[in-house]
């Protein structure tokens, strides 16, 4: 088991899906329910023993920076109201000074140009990188459960995938199989159903190894005219191999309103102080649209 420190969360895409309220704001500060889904990613990271945050922004995302940043005049406000819960939740999303960087991507140009950047502040040593939007609800944190499989080889989470949504994905080959681990022969971006080498697409957490930086320079556009991050991975199959991770879990697309409004969903029935009150809502709901039908 190789450690891994350093997250990478690239926020910088246009989330035109979103439109328009992500003219002004990240998709990965939208809530779902009371927390940004950049928390959600965050958290997912700190389970994983990662403790240094790296966030791809666009410009004007000063929300994202100021999210994690200590809001001091609202901690006394919340201090001496003697709300102190409130006050604790708020604190837990302060990230330390030293701990977390911002770098700029001023043009969209894909996620494999996104990830390009942080070459520096990698450095030469493995690394995480969380798509926010991709909210996986498991038992055990996704990337936990990646980086306990994780030996050097480049590691991407996958998922079966229906057939009729398999083109909208980067798709796995696989050679064999070790448990949910998934030895790989190359990759394949968006593929047509009938060129599409297994059922198992790539899902938003990637375990790498610093081999990719060379690979992403100088890489030509891919789909969508993007400088694709699975391209990269593809082309070093030959160098320090991949594997995909069919984790346990469940993931949800907050890029799209639709997985959003699920997770929304699934998350409110989770919790323990909103379960029952949304239950009952929903079955309101339920009746009213059977009764209209
Ligand atoms: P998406 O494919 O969801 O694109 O990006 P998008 O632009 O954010 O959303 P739509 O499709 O227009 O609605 C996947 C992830 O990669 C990041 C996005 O912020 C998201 O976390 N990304 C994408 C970048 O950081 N930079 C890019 O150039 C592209």
Not at 39 to 49: K, L, P, S, T
Not at 131 to 142: Q, T
Not at 240 to 258: I, L, T, Y
């Amino acid at each position: 088991m190789t450690r891994i420190r350093k997250a990478v969360f690239p926020v910088a895409g246009l989330g035109t899906r979103f439109l328009p309220a992500t003219k002004s704001v990240t998709k990965e500060m939208l809530p779902l329910i009371d927390r940004p889904l950049i928390q959600y990613a965050v958290d997912e990271a700190r389970a994983a023993g990662i403790d240094e945050f790296i966030f791809i922004t666009s410009t004007g995302q000063s929300a994202l920076e100021a999210y994690f940043g200590r809001n001091s005049g609202l901690e006394r406000k919340l201090k001496d109201g003697g709300k102190t819960t409130l006050l604790n939740r708020l604190r837990r999303t302060n990230l330390e000074d030293e701990t977390y960087s911002f770098i700029q991507q001023n043009s969209p140009r894909g996620l494999g140009h996104a990830v390009s950047l942080t070459r520096d502040l990698v450095g030469d040593e493995p690394f995480a990188v969380i798509l926010p939007d991709d909210v996986i609800h498991a038992k055990r944190a996704v990337l936990a459960q990646m980086a306990q499989s994780f030996e050097g080889s480049h590691m991407i989470a996958t998922e079966a995938v229906h057939s009729d949504r398999i083109s909208a994905y980067g798709v796995v080959d696989i050679e064999h199989r070790a448990g949910r681990v998934q030895h790989l022969r190359g990759l394949v971006e968006k593929p047509s159903v009938d060129q599409a080498p297994s059922e198992f697409g790539i899902v938003g957490r990637y375990l790498l190894h610093p081999s990719i930086f060379d690979q992403l320079e100088g890489l030509a556009p891919g789909a969508g005219n993007e400088i694709q991050l699975t391209d990269a991975i593809a082309a070093d199959i030959e160098g320090p191999g991949c594997h995909g991770f069919a984790f346990q879990g469940e993931r949800f697309d907050c890029g799209s309103v639709a997985g959003y409004l699920e997770a929304t969903t699934v998350f409110a029935l989770e919790r323990a102080e909103l379960r029952d009150g949304f239950k009952t809502m929903l079955r309101q709901r339920m009746n009213l649209l059977s009764t209209a039908a």
